[in-house]
């Protein structure tokens, strides 16, 4: 599994997502050299995942190519992918476990009126996307993360600023919360997990959008859009 940060403001969701990739051996995860972008958007919003790429990867590139605007149209698209996926990995044992390993995690707009943008997860077990509600936050890990690291990673998101109550979020909100999000990793770095150094971020905000990664961000700040 890879590191994922979802922050959801109200008014704007951070997406942040570390590079590493896995493969399975002997039915463990075990670190590949190879590093990639997990985050990838549309005219719309943006989307991240977690799980094996032969079924996270083609929904991703769905959501580019077709730029769904709804949540029903996303989750028709994660549908018809874990069922050719299924088709594919028939005669394996594994199969279902590894389309209930897979999560994606994906931003829209909810209306122009309401001025808000919604950070949507993907949930297995009601096969459903549920929305991630303003004020709170949630964590993919790598496998290797000890619940003790869990817990002490949720004591840290508690810094997360939202805003004050009934205003926007401010770019100092998500400057700080960009920072507390690299804290977090650089802690898991600390104790030894599998996080690469560089972490990609995708601001969605009403009325402006913003992607940057962790050295950019480092050396130049998050600047108006």
């Known amino acids: 599994m890879t590191f994922i940060a979802t922050v959801s403001m109200g008014d704007c969701v951070i997406l942040a997502a570390d590079r590493a990739t896995f493969y399975v051996g002997a ?6 050299a190879h590093m990639e972008r997990k985050i990838a958007g549309n005219r719309h919003g943006y989307i991240t995942a977690a799980g ?7 929904v991703k590139e769905r959501f580019v190519a077709e730029a769904p605007g709804s949540l029903e149209t996303v989750m028709r698209i994660i ?3 874990q069922e050719r996926f299924r088709r594919r990995n028939y005669l394996k044992a594994v199969v279902e476990s590894r389309v209930k390993s897979c999560s994606w995690i994906l931003t829209l707009p909810v209306s122009l009126e309401e001025k808000s943008i919604l950070a949507a997860v ?5 096969d459903g996307l549920l929305a991630l509600a303003k004020g709170h936050s949630i964590f993919n890990y790598p496998s290797d993360v000890a619940e003790h690291e869990k817990r002490h990673v949720e004591s840290m998101a508690a810094e997360f ?3 004050w109550r009934g205003e926007g979020s401010s770019l100092q909100d998500i400057r700080h919360n960009l920072s507390l999000i690299l804290a977090i990793a650089g802690y898991l770095r600390g104790r030894g997990r599998c996080l690469t150094s560089q972490i990609d971020f995708a601001v969605h905000a009403v009325g402006w959008r913003k992607e940057v990664d962790s050295g950019l961000f480092l050396e130049k700040g998050l600047s108006s859009c």
Not at 27 to 32: E, K, M, N, R
Not at 52 to 58: G, Q, T
Request: net charge negative; aromatic share 16%.
């Open 52 to 58: 094996f790429v032969e079924l996270i990867r083609p």
């Open 122 to 126: 993907y949930d297995y077990a009601s």
């Open 161 to 163: 600023s939202f805003g």
């Open 79 to 81: 549908a018809d992918e």
């Open 27 to 32: 039915g463990i995860s075990i670190p590949s």
